[in-house]
């Protein structure tokens, strides 16, 4: 996985850079981490402020959308329906070296549920009562029911999976290898279509469903009818997120994050939060992106046109948006770190997750 690879790569730099004092205790098993908040609040990264980055507006015309190849099957002409009683909201996390997916209070920190899904746990979203979790090196999903933990399905899908998230009634999995996105009926647990999407598809998000690609360098957005739009980014995408009638994809090696009209795809700004421009998460009137090199959050305001770094937690990697705290898992050291959208200052530990946190997802499954 190219954004694992990257931030391993991060964390050796910090590492070296800090002399190893400041990081955990290397992990060298598979140990259950237990049902806890976590050290005190001065044990968690500090949060720091940075001056505001103006937002450079876009210097050139809106590429134009190009159309899709066409898709490789039909899907369903209705999403299909789902009767499953509304979950409390949670906070879900993969741990990509341990293969695991945690089911977490958001309020408490308490690990409700631990499941072992298998090595290279990645991307992780809900949706129909369950946890979809991808899992890269077996190139399938895993679907964990929400409420109990069991397993209920593993679903092949494209090689070297990634991003996955659940719009419209479908669970939708990108394959960096492959270029492509699968479609799921979670009715059948069965990949309906295959959308050819470009080489090196990477980070997804729903609302429709967005999805970036690294080598290709496109944003795409997929409907359920698999009607698609494409728009040329110009660096390796990453990661996008949508909110408020708009769509940001970050461009990893240029360190800048691109803002678009979700319905023209037309560019509106482009803002730099440095080289490895990793995870992006859209909430509470902001576009929030994580830095896997310095360990920077961003805070992008749209309506501002500004950038800033809020804090720092190194070896940052999944982010997601609450119902009133903004979430970070630290790949560096196993946690999960959460904050106010108005005071990072007041960030402190959730819980610990084990070596290797990786991807966040928070909400009901349905």
Request: glycine share 10%; charged share 15%.
């Amino acid at each position: 996985m190219r954004r694992l690879v990257v931030t391993i790569f991060a964390f050796s730099l910090i590492t070296a850079a800090c002399g190893g004092s400041d990081s955990p205790a290397e992990v060298t098993g598979a140990p259950t981490p237990q049902a806890t908040t976590g050290p005190a609040a001065t044990d968690a990264p500090q949060a720091t402020a940075a001056p505001a980055t103006t937002a450079a507006p876009a210097a050139t015309a809106a590429p134009a959308a190009t159309a899709a190849p066409a898709a490789t099957a039909a899907p369903a002409t209705t999403p299909p329906a789902t009767t499953e009683a509304m979950q409390p909201a949670a906070l879900w996390v993969t741990n990509n070296s341990e293969g695991k997916v945690f089911k977490v209070d958001p309020a408490s920190g308490d690990i409700l549920l631990e499941v072992e899904v298998g090595t290279g746990a990645a991307g992780v979203a809900l949706g129909a009562g369950s946890a979809w979790v991808v899992v890269g090196p077996a190139a399938e999903v895993v679907r964990v029911n929400a409420e109990t933990g069991d397993i209920e399905a593993r679903i092949a899908v494209g090689k070297d999976p990634e991003g996955v998230a659940f719009s419209e009634g479908f669970a939708w999995v990108s394959a960096f290898t492959s270029g492509t996105v699968s479609q799921i009926d979670p009715a059948t647990d069965a990949v309906v279509v295959t959308h050819d999407v470009g080489a090196g598809a990477t980070g997804m998000t729903a609302g429709s469903v967005w999805v970036t690609t690294w080598t290709a360098e496109t944003l795409s957005r997929i409907a359920a009818d698999g009607t698609r739009q494409q728009v040329d980014l110009g660096g390796a995408g990453s990661s996008p997120a949508v909110g408020d009638g708009m769509v940001a994809a970050t461009l990893f090696e240029l360190g800048e994050v691109a803002l678009f009209d979700s319905e023209t795809l037309d560019p509106l700004a482009t803002f730099d939060v440095g080289s490895n421009a990793n995870v992006m998460t859209y909430g509470f009137g902001a576009f929030w992106v994580t830095n896997s090199t310095s360990g920077e959050i961003w805070r992008i305001d749209p309506v501002a046109g500004a950038a800033e770094a809020v804090t720092v937690i190194p070896g940052a990697t999944g982010i997601t948006a609450g119902a009133d705290m903004i979430y970070v898992a630290s790949f560096s050291f196993g946690r999960v770190y959460q904050f106010p959208p108005d005071n990072p200052s007041a960030m402190n530990d959730l819980v610990e997750t084990g070596a290797d946190a990786f991807e966040l997802a928070y909400g009901n499954a349905g």
